[in-house]
């Protein structure tokens, strides 16, 4: 993420976004390659909302592709979703990691995504930016956002690039814990994964973030996993663009899930 750090512009490119395109999309990782292809030669981010992100759904769904180089392919992934949401796309970082994907074979898998209306209405720029602000009031040490795949991602990258413009010590790693789209029974975290969450996690805060909370049960189950595994002195905490849950759950999780231990499954 170092890239990115002397270079933000005053205006991210999604927010200038008013068109966002359809959030559905039924076809193989090649054909994003092209359509972001296409964007980074445009530079224009208008139409194209949600393609960014599928760059790292490509990887973070699919675990067999590249055993060995998954997290640097994540991170990678990543970092070009950034520049594009940021609104400073890089080329050549673009080519390297379409050639990393044809090499591991994930340029031929099919990436399926549904519309989500509620995914959609809360992963505006505004909510990101208000979540932004509330980190910086909340949390004074540096943050690894962690935000959960897939409806989280893009609430999470806008909330990590406006904590960047105060806060240049952040680190962001995305995990996945698809509870309705891809019906996940745990969190999809590889150990290798948490040995790395661990390393990035020492001296940081954990921000678990996804884009709305209804039940809650969600940021519950990812954050008492990452309890579970990895070393007890973590802090860890969650975020959301939009909360709906109620005000018993709100009391009874804390309004940063921090009151775990008295959750009951409704």
């Known amino acids: 993420m170092d890239r990115l750090q002397s270079s933000l512009p005053e205006v991210y490119a999604f927010e200038k976004v008013s068109n966002t395109g359809p959030m559905e999309w039924n076809g193989p990782v090649s054909d994003v390659c092209v359509a972001v292809g296409r964007m980074i030669a445009a530079n224009v981010l208008e139409g194209n909302y949600w393609q960014p992100a599928r760059l790292v759904r490509a990887v973070i769904d699919n675990y067999a592709g590249a055993p060995d180089g998954r997290i640097s392919l994540v991170n990678d992934a990543t970092a070009v979703a950034l520049e594009l949401y940021a609104g400073i796309p890089n080329s050549d970082n673009f080519k390297a990691l379409v050639s990393r994907f044809r090499h591991y074979n994930l340029d031929s ?3 399926k995504q549904r519309h989500d209306n509620l ?6 720029a505004t909510y990101s930016y ?9 949390i004074t040490e540096p943050i690894l956002f962690l935000p959960v795949c897939h409806g989280g991602l893009v609430a999470g990258l806008q909330a990590f690039l406006y904590h960047q413009r105060e806060r240049t010590d952040g680190c962001l790693y995305p995990i996945r814990h698809s509870t309705d789209k891809v019906e996940d029974v745990i969190p999809y975290i590889s150990k290798r994964e948490l040995r790395y969450i661990a390393e990035q996690s020492d001296d940081r805060t954990i921000v678990v973030y996804d884009d709305d909370a209804c039940e809650g ?4 189950e990812v954050i008492e996993y990452l309890e579970h595994n990895l070393p007890k002195n973590r802090t860890i905490t969650g975020r959301v663009n939009l909360d709906c849950r109620s005000s018993d759950n709100i009391a009874r999780q804390g309004i940063y899930w921090e009151k775990r231990e008295d959750y009951v499954e409704i």
Do not use: D, H, P
Not at 119 to 124: E, F, G, V, W
Not at 217 to 220: F, I, N, R, W
């Open 109 to 111: 898998t099919e990436i």
């Open 119 to 124: 995914t959609a209405s809360s992963s505006i």
């Open 130 to 138: 208000n979540q932004a602000r509330a980190l910086e009031r909340c």
């Open 217 to 220: 049960s969600t940021l519950v």
